[in-house]
């Protein structure tokens, strides 16, 4: 029988919860990382046992940490206690919490500014590690989303970073605006039938797209409108929360804006809004069903100014058409004095049969679903707030 | 040796106790004692001060002899008796709730 494992950030360390594949009964183990925040852990698609975790603190700043055994161990990728972190020559090495912006001539972009909150420009300052993706082909690989938003590749499994100085340095970077998170990039997502496509997220830039691997980007925000720019439709400043994309239909995006949620069925040039009969449209995340790419999941909040879900109920919204037309599912969750809210990088599914949905909440806990949404359970109650799940369905 | 104290988190990821000791030739600045930490304990580069400009994270201070040497010169002398082990340098998270 398969085996669930889910990885759990939240402000205060990790947690990973285990299961066999009927869901029922869960190990708990943690915190790992204790009194860090821990924004995103992911595993690699190619070997489950490598898992990546970012760790980072207001007092200490970013670490990262990996996993070869499936999270029974940790360490800090790069120079081990005891080798010189100097090279013969002199030179400092490069180590794996440096994420430096590439500022040289012959590969990197100046230090160019964005907007602040304010509307003045400001230099690019490296902040943290929102989202960690490992490729989809190479344990060895992985890309770190990183406020102020930028993109980083590691191909020797989290050592050593490097800029992909073509998205911030593109040319619209001075149009970029920081969301009351901070101006982060969260969503990165490989396009399995595609090895040079890949699509990011800004909050607050928008959507950006490149078929280069890396070397160049273009924005995708066509058909996106948002009042909280001068141009409500303009090439980019959208505050986009999350992105997902089902692996079977690549093309087809699913987008949760800051209010909206939007589709594009031609790979972002173009997109339209599926909000449908949603009691409200704002929220953070999306996520579609593993084996039935057009049912799709939502947990609308009730406004940018009240960070919590609608009525005191907390509900999941399930369209499986693809948008437009939604139910509510709320079987198993907390329906009256409920004030929580579930952050952009806080929903994730499993790969088994019947495929169960999983989120946690500013309020700690974590649901599982494993009738794709029917109803629902409390795998822990008292997390400390969570900021990010992802699922490993092992066999 | 130099007597160094640093915080609860660092201490679990360098796996130390409360007190570290460094081994630090002349002259002994808050400069020095950071590159030896930094180079015995390669898990702490970037957790103190900044891996690019060097800056001292803001969050934290350094103490010594009773006084806040945060701001004095990373390259200045410290008080003899820190150079001599008599008393700790102090690594300290500011309190800042959380």
């Known amino acids: ?395 | 040796m130099i007597r160094l104290i640093i915080p609860q988190h660092l201490r679990i990821l360098a796996h130390v106790g409360s007190e570290v000791s460094l081994d630090i030739g002349a002259p002994v600045t808050t400069c020095a004692i950071l590159d030896a930490l930094e180079e015995q304990y390669p898990m702490l580069r970037g957790t103190i001060r900044d891996q690019v400009t060097h800056a001292r994270r803001p969050f934290l201070r350094f103490f010594a002899c009773e006084v806040d040497l945060s701001h004095e010169s990373p390259d200045a002398p410290l008080p003899e008796s820190v150079a001599i082990g008599k008393e700790p340098f102090l690594i300290i998270a500011a309190i800042a709730g959380g």
């Not at chain 1, 990973?16 to 204790?34: N, Q, T, Y």
């Not at chain 1, 012959?106 to 400001?122: E, I």
């Not at chain 1, 599982?368 to 990010?388: C, E, F, R």
Request: charged letters at 20%.
């Open chain 1, 1 to 395: 029988m398969s085996k669930i494992r889910v990885l759990v950030g939240t402000r205060k360390g990790a947690f990973i919860l285990s299961s066999d594949g009927k869901r029922e009964k869960w190990d708990v183990s943690g915190p790992h990382f204790a009194g860090w925040e821990i924004y995103h852990m992911k595993g690699s698609p190619v070997d489950p046992n490598r898992i990546y975790v970012s760790q980072t603190s207001g007092w200490f700043g970013q670490l990262i940490q990996r996993s070869d055994d499936g999270g029974k161990t940790w360490h800090q990728p790069g120079t081990p206690a005891g080798e010189s972190t100097k090279t013969p020559d002199g030179m400092p090495k490069s180590e794996s919490n440096k994420f430096a912006y590439d500022t040289t001539p012959a590969t990197g972009k100046p230090l160019t500014t964005h907007q602040f909150y304010d509307g003045t420009q400001r230099p690019w300052e490296f902040k943290r590690v929102w989202h960690l993706e490992p490729s989809l082909t190479d344990p060895e690989t992985v890309y770190a989303g990183v406020e102020d938003a930028a993109i980083f590749r590691s191909t020797d499994g989290a050592r050593n970073w490097q800029e992909l100085t073509g998205l911030r340095g593109h040319g619209t970077g001075p149009q970029w605006q920081p969301g009351a998170g901070g101006m982060c990039l969260h969503t990165i997502i490989q396009d399995p039938g595609n090895p040079l496509r890949m699509y990011i997220a800004i909050s607050a830039a928008g959507a950006f797209r490149t078929d280069d691997s890396g070397e160049t980007w273009k924005p995708i925000n066509r058909g996106l409108h948002s009042q909280y720019i001068p141009d409500p439709n303009a090439e980019v400043g959208h505050c986009v929360h999350h992105i997902a994309m089902h692996p079977s239909q690549p093309d087809v995006l699913f987008m949760q804006k800051h209010w909206d949620v939007m589709r594009s069925d031609n790979a972002g040039d173009s997109w339209t809004e599926v909000s449908g009969n949603l009691p409200t449209d704002f929220g953070f995340v999306i996520d579609v069903h593993a084996n039935e790419p057009d049912t799709i999941y939502v947990v609308p909040i009730k406004s940018d100014s009240e960070h919590f879900v609608p009525d005191g109920k907390l509900r999941v919204y399930r369209s499986r058409t693809g948008g437009n037309e939604w139910e509510a599912l709320s079987k198993g969750l907390p329906q009256s004095n409920c004030y929580v809210n579930v952050l952009r990088d806080a929903m994730a599914v499993d790969q088994l049969d019947k495929c169960g949905i999983y989120f946690g909440t500013s309020g700690g806990q974590v649901y599982v679903s494993p009738d794709a949404g029917d109803s629902w359970n409390a795998i822990v109650h008292n997390l400390p707030a969570v900021l990010s799940v992802e699922v490993q369905t092992l066999p």
